[in-house]
């Protein structure tokens, strides 16, 4: 074989190599974009049952105008997207949270539902909130 016969299949196969990482690149991102999306959406849905909570009177097993008392059920706190707690003191950081059943122990006029992916954002977990009052649903992501 000449060498110029080497060169192109050298050439070759450093391009298949790029290409090959490249595609990788993007699928990890995707992942992580849908992960974190469903995510949101996951807790979107947690915050509406909390609104229904909040808004349904005692004697009916609800809050009363209160989130006092709500907690998520064993089944919301984790699934194929990621792990849910509630808590009524703002989430922050990176770090991963597990799924909690553990209800909001005082008066609170908000209360926020934390999730956490599956998926890796470099070396942190998907991590999103929502904040939860008796009328609006503001979502974040923390990673």
């Known amino acids: 074989?000449?060498?110029?016969?080497?060169?192109?299949i050298?050439?070759?196969i450093v391009i298949v190599g790029i290409a090959?990482?490249?595609g990788v690149t993007?699928?990890?991102s995707s992942a992580v974009e849908s992960n974190r999306q469903n995510v949101i959406s996951d807790l979107l849905n947690y915050a509406?049952?909390?609104q229904r909570?909040?808004?349904?009177?005692?004697?009916?097993?609800?809050?009363?105008q209160?989130?006092?008392?709500y907690f998520l059920a064993a089944v919301d706190t984790g699934n194929a997207n990621g792990s849910y707690s509630v808590t009524a003191t703002q989430p922050s950081g990176a770090s991963y949270v597990a799924g909690a059943v553990t209800p909001i122990s005082s008066s609170?006029?908000?209360?926020?539902?934390?999730?956490?992916?599956?998926e890796q954002n470099a070396s942190n977990y998907v991590k999103a909130y929502a904040t939860v009052t008796s009328d609006n649903i503001v979502t974040t992501v923390l990673n």
Not at 1 to 8: A, R
Not at 66 to 69: P, V
């Open 53 to 64: 909570f909040y808004k349904t009177p005692t004697a009916l097993a609800g809050g009363g």
């Open 108 to 118: 609170a006029d908000s209360i926020y539902i934390v999730g956490c992916g599956k």
């Open 20 to 22: 090959i990482a490249v």
């Open 48 to 50: 509406a049952k909390a």
């Open 66 to 69: 209160d989130f006092n008392g």
């Open 10 to 12: 050298v050439l070759g």
């Open 26 to 28: 993007q699928f990890k």
């Open 1 to 8: 074989m000449g060498q110029q016969q080497l060169l192109l």
